[in-house]
Nanobody
């Protein structure tokens, strides 16, 4: 499975961005998809994950209510809509795919087999 993330950029605090991740090379619907982020000097951290379209998705507390993950299985795409952005959201954002993950595994970085190259999000104050 190959993953290609896009949509990052520079935005002012309070603004919005939509990240996209295109998947290829596998049966997309078999994979749980997630977004992680890594700020300078910090570990890569879980943001959100989704197993099937239109299902309840787990979120990190730091983004709950501001970010929304979604997926389109017909297009092999996963998205992260980010609203009310804050300077502390500045990081490289990665999409990830994990084969048939159970709910309890969705937040764990090592559960995911495939990773995109990352897209930089910078939020200015």
């Amino acid at each position: 499975v190959q993953l290609q993330a896009s949509g990052g950029g520079l935005v002012q605090a309070g603004g919005s961005l939509r990240l996209s991740c295109a998947a290829s090379g596998g049966t997309f619907s078999n994979y749980a998809m997630a977004w992680f982020r890594q700020a300078p000097g910090k570990d890569r951290a879980f943001i959100a994950a989704i197993r099937r379209p239109n299902t309840v998705a787990p979120y990190a507390d730091s983004v709950k209510g501001r970010f929304t993950i979604s997926r389109d299985n017909a297009k092999n795409m996963v998205y992260l809509q980010m609203n009310s952005l804050r300077p502390e959201d500045t990081a490289v954002y990665y999409c990830a795919a994990g084969y048939q993950l159970i709910t309890s595994s969705l937040r764990t970085l090592r559960s995911y087999d495939y990773w995109g190259q990352g897209t930089q999000v910078t939020v200015s104050s």
